[in-house]
């Protein structure tokens, strides 16, 4: 449209009383905001199309009521009244000399601005549709039929009451996409649903009030976690990115050293220093011990490293077992006969390794099931392989820490999801 | 930004910090030490 079309004044044939035109040269009929007959704008006389509505009312926007609404000054021209046979809705016509026309759509506690498109979406697969590479999901899986129950101002199509059009509406969060088709046509209109208040204040209308049952979070609007949940992910990725880069930089530096030792099962305890111990700055040692040769047998190996100078201990412990046996489901083992202790924060110093080792034999049968016959002679000695690394970190901070970064974009993907789910209901309903 | 953001961003940047210290000097709260009551009291086969 590239001039403003000129306001015309008419007489209106049925009553007499005078009427405007506002889109003159693109209004096809004229419905009489006083008499409520329809006329034909394309006619020099406006030959009366259908006769006047037995119950006429007013708009709750005034026909003729200029408002500023997103980047446009629009004029409200017509207003049209329909319904699905359950719920009905108001319409209004939009009118800008250079942007064209818009549906203004009142749905009560909701509203849209509806811009009629050009083109058909790009593609279509299965319940899903594609405009402006923006995916739009089936709102829902039956169509409906709308029908016009009143109208009153000017058309650019001719519009009656009783007028049906068949509806196929998609959404996405935000946005709808309705598809209008009837024997002559098929339109497709994206509908832009607008904040709350928006509408009102463009055109001086009070503001709707929320209807009881329903909270500020209105499941049509756009979710209002989708934005953050993106930079809360890509803070998230950035923060998990440092986890794994600080774990690989803190991977074991050193082994220390290695022992080999023995111990006879059932013996008396014995204690042995495994082998000095010195520490460069404050970090974690790992102490390993491993005992491949047992057979339904466990150690117990206390650990103590003692600092030389202050005498200070730093203990753990660990069980090296393995068992195995015969039940009714067959052969079983269980038990690991490698046993990893790990020491946080051991300051700098020279330490000894001091060990405790008791050796002992499982009993061939008891409570626990019917256990294999060790096969080792009862004096036999079990070796053991002790070594010892420094530096490494700890699985149990990565996890942690992973979970605390994590916690909260999760509550926000479920507030998100929730949102999404209530949309989805309250289109089908 | 956000508030909301900038106190995940704040959240996140002090797990960050605690995890990095942690790591810079060996600590953990997982770490071994003492023999284990609840988790250990029992040696011998577990199998019925």
Known sequence: ?429 | MRLSTLLYLLWCVLIVAAFGTATRYGWSPYASGGRPVFTRGFVGPHHK
Not at chain 1, 51 to 69: C, H, S, V, Y
Not at chain 1, 270 to 288: N, R
Not at chain 1, 332 to 353: A, F, H, N, T
């Open chain 1, 1 to 429: 449209m590239t001039s403003a079309p000129a306001v015309k004044a008419l007489i209106c044939p049925n009553c007499g009383a005078p009427v405007e035109i506002r889109a003159a040269g693109y209004t096809v009929s004229f419905v009489c905001g006083h008499c409520g007959t329809t006329l034909d704008a394309i006619d020099p006389e406006l030959k009366p199309i259908a006769a006047a509505q037995k119950a006429f009312k007013k708009p709750e926007i005034a026909l003729g009521t200029r408002a500023m609404l997103r980047g446009g000054e629009w004029e409200a021209i017509g207003y049209v009244e329909r319904t699905d046979g359950e719920t009905p809705w108001a319409e209004y016509l939009l009118f800008s000399p250079y942007l064209g026309y818009r549906f203004l759509v009142d749905a009560g506690s909701r509203w849209s601005l509806g811009t009629v498109l050009d083109r058909v979406p790009e593609r279509r697969v299965g319940d899903r549709v594609w405009l402006d590479r923006k995916s739009y999901g089936r709102a829902s899986e039956e169509n409906y039929v709308a029908r016009v129950t009143f109208v009153v101002g000017e058309f650019y199509w001719r519009v009656a009451v009783g007028e049906t059009v068949r509806v196929t509406e998609f959404e996405r969060s935000g946005a709808l996409l309705s598809c209008e088709a009837n024997d002559a046509e098929r339109t497709w209109t994206r509908l832009d649903i607008l904040k709350p208040g928006e509408a009102e204040a463009a055109f001086g209308i009070p503001p709707r009030e929320e209807e009881e049952d329903d909270d500020s979070d209105d499941p049509l609007r756009p979710s209002p976690y989708a934005g953050r949940l993106w930079s809360w992910g890509a803070i998230a990725l950035f923060a998990i990115g440092f986890l794994v880069l600080s774990t690989w930089s803190a991977r074991p530096k050193q082994q220390l050293f290695f022992a080999q030792l023995s111990a006879i099962p059932d013996a008396p305890e014995k204690t042995a220093v495994l082998g000095q111990v010195t520490i460069d700055q404050t970090e974690p040692v790992t102490i390993t011990g491993s005992a491949d040769n047992l057979d339904n047998e466990w150690i117990d190996v206390d650990y103590s490293l003692v600092n030389r100078k202050t005498q200070e201990s730093y203990d753990a412990y660990a069980t090296l077992e393995h068992y195995h046996g015969t039940d009714s489901d067959g052969a079983w083992q269980e038990g690991s006969p490698v046993g990893i202790v790990k020491l946080s924060s051991v300051p700098p110093g020279q330490y000894d390794l001091v060990a405790d080792i008791s050796a002992h034999r499982w009993a061939a049968s008891g409570p626990y099931g019917n256990l294999s016959a060790s096969a080792q002679d009862a004096t036999a000695t079990l070796p053991i392989t002790v070594w010892v690394d420094r530096g490494g970190s700890f699985s149990g901070n990565f996890w942690t820490a992973l979970l605390l970064i994590l916690a909260w974009p999760s509550v926000l993907a479920y507030l998100h999801y929730a949102h999404e789910k209530r949309r989805q209901l309250a289109y089908n309903r």
